[in-house]
């Protein structure tokens, strides 16, 4: 299933690509961002992920970005901006569940790191973590922390 999964994405991102080098979109060259903030990006994404949280717990933590938050460079933007939902979705989830009596929600911090060739966004929360029973379950497809996933919707996925 991973070689089909990273096959239909890079399929994608080429198709994509080809695409827009027909078309002038300023500030990109086909699909790539010639500025792309890693800072702003962040942003952007955790709002998708705070209306996800909001929706389904009725409050949402509050993210911070801390660490080389002006640095702007080529990149492509949307494998970044797919990763950073799913992070910042994950841990919007498990701090609110975590901390679903408290009155106010710890903020998950985005924390950027760059130089000149490159960058990393390391994203933390106190979302309580994940049980050590659960870690060789973590690459599976469909896994989750969550706490309104039933014991036979996990196993009926197990199974198939």
Do not use: W
Not at 55 to 71: C, K, Q
Not at 90 to 107: F, K, Q, Y
């Amino acid at each position: 299933l991973d070689g089909v999964v990273t096959s239909r994405l890079g399929i994608r991102m080429l198709a994509e690509h080809h695409l827009a080098l027909h078309k002038v979109t300023p500030g990109h060259i086909g699909v790539i961002t010639t500025k792309l903030s890693p800072a702003q990006t962040v942003s952007e994404c955790s709002l998708f992920a705070k209306s996800q949280c909001e929706r389904r717990y009725g409050r949402s933590p509050e993210l911070e970005v801390t660490g080389h938050t002006s640095p702007a460079f080529p990149y492509f933007a949307m494998p970044l901006q797919y990763m950073l939902e799913e992070v910042l979705k994950n841990a919007m989830r498990a701090t609110a569940e975590h901390h679903r009596h408290a009155t106010t929600l710890p903020p998950v911090v985005a924390t950027i790191c760059s130089n000149d060739a490159d960058f990393s966004i390391r994203v933390s929360d106190q979302g309580g973590g994940i049980r050590t029973e659960q870690m060789p379950r973590i690459y599976e497809y469909m896994f989750t922390t969550s706490d309104e996933r039933s014991a036979a919707t996990q196993s009926s996925i197990q199974e198939s």
